[in-house]
């Protein structure tokens, strides 16, 4: 992942074969890509509450296996856009490119759930993304951003409604 100009790249699908839940931020921010890692933001709850769910403790890489581990898949909606800053406000949706669902899923069959991060990805994937992929029974999912910009909701209160959706699949 790198920022060309203004345009930031997004990060590989982090993704087991078997994966059942695809969860899809919208396009990693500036602390992310400097670190290269998902959600590296140290005030984003997504990590937290990724450990309260699956009990995903330790550094970056044991996070990610305690994803895996637990079937849950990890991507965002965009490949690349303009984005100065961090905030989903400021993606500016004409430089916009999506990721290649359509090749994604036919590799993880296995898929059942999509699970977004905030209403801003669930947008962008239902305009840019959704309309190529035709019917399907996956089923979509909007949670509350785990983003430290989204405080109208309290951690408590945004966490059981991820463990509430991401069960579903269990």
């Not at 203004?6 to 993704?15: I, K, T």
């Not at 990590?47 to 995903?56: K, N, S, V």
Request: aromatic share 8%.
């Amino acid at each position: 992942m790198n920022v060309v100009g203004d345009r930031s790249a997004g990060f590989p699908p982090l993704a087991r074969a078997d994966a059942r839940v695809l969860i899809l931020g919208s396009l990693p921010g500036q602390r992310s890509i400097a670190v290269q890692q998902y959600y590296a933001h140290p005030q984003n709850a997504f990590w937290r509450m990724m450990a309260e769910l699956t009990g995903g403790h330790g550094n970056y890489d044991e996070r990610c296996a305690a994803l895996t581990a637990n079937r849950i898949a990890l991507w965002d909606v965009l490949a690349s856009s303009v984005r100065p800053g961090s905030l989903d406000a400021d993606i500016q949706l004409a430089t916009a490119e999506v990721n290649d669902f359509a090749a994604f899923l036919a590799e993880y069959k296995c898929i059942e759930l999509i699970c977004f991060n905030g209403q801003k990805a669930a947008q962008i994937f239902a305009s840019r993304a959704q309309p190529g992929l035709g019917n399907s029974n996956i089923r979509l999912q909007t949670l509350p951003s785990t983003s430290p910009a989204h405080a109208a909701m309290s951690y408590d209160d945004k966490l059981n409604l991820w463990r509430a959706s991401i069960a579903l699949t269990e």
